[in-house]
């Protein structure tokens, strides 16, 4: 079975730095890697996705994440913190590919301070 | 376009009640799924529809139903209620193509007293 870990429930950054938001992933089969963002009530949002394309990923509103197979990461980062990007950030996997059967990791609430 | 409508946004039921929500995907989306999201469980895969028919199932117990219409809107039961049911239920809908990306409506809250 696939599964997500993702370390920590809360990261404080100040706005300008460097975003690192972490994820190890555990999977029998090459995995379909996500990250989803939320903000306060709302849904999930697609931030980018690795499907063996390519290793670095770059996604939305500056994000990008980089695919380690022999660490089994694909943490998620960002050069310059902006208030805006304060939310909750989630990883996920899925084994098939297909979107709709994801496995999501506990979440991590980005804090940004001006 | 419109995005995944859920209704309704707020929801307060009683233990041993049942609830029904409804999700209206993007136009053109077949694929319908369902999450629970809980402060204490996180995430969690309910099941999905495609074309009406049930094609994935999480681990739920029987209590927790969903059908597909042929217009692509689905709904989810939830029968005999229990206090732990409390959570944002979240439906996402896709064009179940390969790499096509989930589209997540902004959730139902359902509090359970």
């Known amino acids: 079975a696939q599964s997500v870990t993702q370390l920590g429930s809360h990261v404080s950054v100040s706005e300008g730095a460097l975003v690192l938001l972490r994820c190890n992933y555990s999977?029998?089969?090459?995995?379909?890697l996500f990250w989803y963002v939320q903000y306060p009530n709302q849904g999930l949002q697609l931030l980018l996705k690795?499907?063996?394309?390519?290793?670095l990923v770059k996604g939305i509103n500056g994000f990008e994440a980089e695919f380690k197979k022999s660490e089994t990461s694909f943490h998620l980062t960002k050069p310059s913190a902006h208030m805006s990007d304060a939310a909750e950030y989630f990883c996920?996997?899925?084994?098939?590919?297909?979107?709709?059967?994801?496995?999501f990791g506990k979440g991590i609430t980005l804090s940004v301070r001006p | 376009k419109a995005g995944v409508t859920q209704t309704p946004r707020y929801l307060i039921k009683t233990r041993g009640q049942q609830v029904t929500l409804s999700c209206s995907p993007i136009?053109?989306?077949?694929?319908v799924s369902w999450y629970q999201q809980t402060p204490g469980q996180g995430l969690q895969f309910l099941f999905e529809?495609?074309?009406?028919?049930?094609?994935n199932k999480g681990n739920f117990p029987g209590r927790f139903s969903g059908r597909q219409f042929s217009n692509s809107r689905s709904e989810m039961n939830v029968s005999t209620l229990e206090l732990g049911d409390s959570a944002l239920y979240l439906c996402?809908?896709?064009?179940?193509?390969?790499?096509?990306?989930?589209?997540f409506g902004n959730g139902t809250r359902l509090t359970v007293t």
């Open positions: 999977s029998s089969v090459p995995p379909y």
């Open positions: 136009s053109g989306h077949r694929s």
């Open positions: 690795y499907t063996s394309a390519a290793t």
């Open positions: 529809y495609f074309s009406e028919t049930q094609r």
């Open positions: 996402a809908s896709s064009l179940d193509t390969y790499n096509s990306p989930l589209h």
């Open positions: 996920a996997v899925s084994k098939t590919g297909a979107n709709s059967k994801l496995t």
